[in-house]
């Protein structure tokens, strides 16, 4: 057995980690609008729970505004609701058929408290890294007790899963880095 099929096996779990992190990012409020920062809130229609990218087509037209424009004339209330509900900051306006979020402007201290929810973000992120460096380490110390390794492998392994885990924490630098530019 080959010590690179162990970090094989670990590096998908690391695009995960990164993936998720990313849309987790994309959820959180900057100066500039994005659809990502509502399509997950849910709206109760009729006793349901429901994704409001499923009930309706959400677009950015400019910078501060999100418009939200239901797939149904009947869903306009509920999204109202749960938009309002969020805890999203946005004041929604029914305009016919669309409803409009304004985006009010970021004050300093709830840029520096995004900061923060950034930074733990990006702790859960290498936390996650860690543990699954943690598991295929494990893995490989036994399989070289099991003599399916010989000791050189095991330490090869050793620096190809920390220059995986550096690379990783790299790319979630970087992400935070421009999320932090984006708030600021």
Sequence with gaps: ????EFIEKVKPEFEKALAFLSGELAKIRTSHASPALVEDVQVDYLGQKYALKQLAAISTPQTNQ?????????????????VLKSGLGMSAAVDGSLIRL??????QEYR????????????QARQTLRHWREDAWNKIQAAQKAKALTEDDKFKAKE???????????KIKEL?????????
């Design 1 to 4: 057995m080959l010590y690179k």
């Design 66 to 82: 999100i418009v939200i424009q239901p797939w149904d004339g009947s869903y306009i209330q509920s999204i109202e609701q749960a």
């Design 102 to 107: 304004n985006l009010p402007t970021l004050t």
């Design 112 to 123: 520096d408290t995004l900061i923060k929810l950034l930074n733990e973000k990006a702790e």
């Design 160 to 170: 190809d899963l920390q220059k995986m885990i550096d690379e990783y924490s790299k």
């Design 176 to 184: 935070i880095e421009r999320k932090e530019k984006e708030v600021a």
